[in-house]
Structure formats: C-alpha cells, structure tokens
C-alpha cells in the first residue's frame, strides 16, 4: 500500500522522461536524482578553491548557489513534489543572478554597485512571484535563459577588453569560456532531445540490455553539463 501511495503523490507540474521508481522504490528518478552529486562534488571543490586562493566572498555565494541548487534538483527528481520543483528552479535564477552579479562587476575589487543589486533582486522577485501564480514550466525556462545570455554577453565584452591589455589572461579566459559554452551547450541539445523523443527514447532503452539503459537518460546528461558549465 505505501509504495502505491508513493506512486499517486506526484504534485509537480514537470514529470521528465525517466521511467519513475524502477531502479529504487523510494526514488522517482534515480538517474536525475543521482547526476546532482556532480554539483555536490564541484561546488565544494570550487568552495575550497575560492578559500585557498583568497577570492571574494561573492565568488563563494556563486558555488554556494550552486550547491543549494543541486540539493533542490535532489530533491525534486526524488520525490516529484511541487514545493521541491521550486526549490530546484528558483535557485537556478536566483544563483545566476549572483553569477551575473559577478560577471557586472569584474572589473571592480569589491562590487559595490547598489544599482545592479536592486536591479538583480527585483528581476528574482518579479520571477518568483509570476511564476508560482501561472505555474507554466516554460516562463522559469525562459527566465533563466535569458540570465544565461547576459551572462554569455557580458563575458564576450569582458574578453574584448582583456585582450587590449593581458594576451596571457585573454587566452586562459577564451579557454574557459568555451569549456563552459560547450558543456552548458550540449547538455542543452540533450535536454531538448529527451523532451522531444521521449517516447522513441523509453522505447530504446526498454529494448537495450538493463546495464545500458542508463546510458540514454538524457535529462541526467544536462545535470552533468550544467554543472561543469557552471564551475
């Protein structure tokens, strides 16, 4: 009876396209759930980083953000309850909106722009409070895809005007960015393939061997991505 009850307590408004308690019983996703310790394991490191080297602390809030949204996406690939479905989207705008922060201000020692602050946390609000009344999945996507894009634009223009005066660090900063790109890249056109052939994809893995089903459950795929894009 309770693993029945467990079955007919889904309350999300997504429900991706992993087959829901069939690897274990007590988690509805295993695979998508499973994937977010690849943000466990690089925001800590990424934490420590940040100490050992003696960065700011906003750097720190951005792998701290990233940390809260791994244990929110946990959390809502195991049990697909709506109050967890927001603990993982609303991190992700909340955590770029620090990382845009950031990405304004890296030109100052110590960001201090008040404007850009208001600014981020009245775009967070407006989200957040829009979002929980309409409850459609696509307005957070394109809420977050927009932040992804200043952040892809402002990194553009800050490569522009480091190559006028540091070839040394121009070259180390197109090497990331394009790691970051590609990895947030990818994990996006798999993303979009699980969401689009889903059907064809739980027919394929249905007819592949049990050890190699896993290996065409996309939406894990973006977890990975993401986060490495995100480090």
């Known amino acids: 009876m309770a693993f029945i009850l467990i079955h007919d307590c889904r309350t999300s408004t997504i429900d991706w396209c992993e087959e829901n308690y069939v690897v ?32 700011e602390n906003r750097f720190l809030f ?8 791994g244990l929110g996406s ?21 955590g770029t909106c620090i990382c845009i922060y950031c990405a304004l201000q ?3 020692k110590v960001g201090s722009d008040i404007y850009v602050s208001l600014g981020l946390f009245g775009y967070s609000a407006v989200v957040t409070l829009v979002y929980v009344q309409i409850r459609k999945p696509v307005f957070h996507q394109v809420a977050y895809g927009l932040e992804v894009a200043m952040i892809l634009v402002r990194n553009m223009m800050h490569q522009i005007e480091i190559r006028r005066t540091n070839a040394r660090a121009y070259s180390e900063l197109v090497h990331m ?10 994990a996006f056109v798999l993303w979009n ?3 689009i052939f889903c059907n064809d994809l739980r027919a394929l893995r249905a007819a592949l061997p049990a050890a190699l089903g896993p290996l065409f459950q996309l939406h894990a795929y973006w977890h990975i991505g993401t986060a490495l894009g995100c480090y």
């Open 177 to 186: 960015f394009w790691l970051g790109v590609g990895s947030f890249g990818v």
């Open 106 to 108: 890296a030109d100052a």
């Open 62 to 69: 951005c792998y701290v953000a990233m940390l809260v949204v």
């Open 74 to 94: 946990w959390l809502f690939h195991m049990t697909l309850q709506y109050q967890w479905q927001l603990a993982d989207e609303l991190p992700m705008v909340y």
């Open 193 to 195: 393939i699980d969401n």
């Open 24 to 55: 274990c019983k007590y988690i509805a996703e295993f695979w998508n759930t499973s994937t977010n310790l690849v943000f466990f394991a690089l925001a800590i490191f990424g934490m420590y980083k940040v100490r050992a080297t003696r960065q």
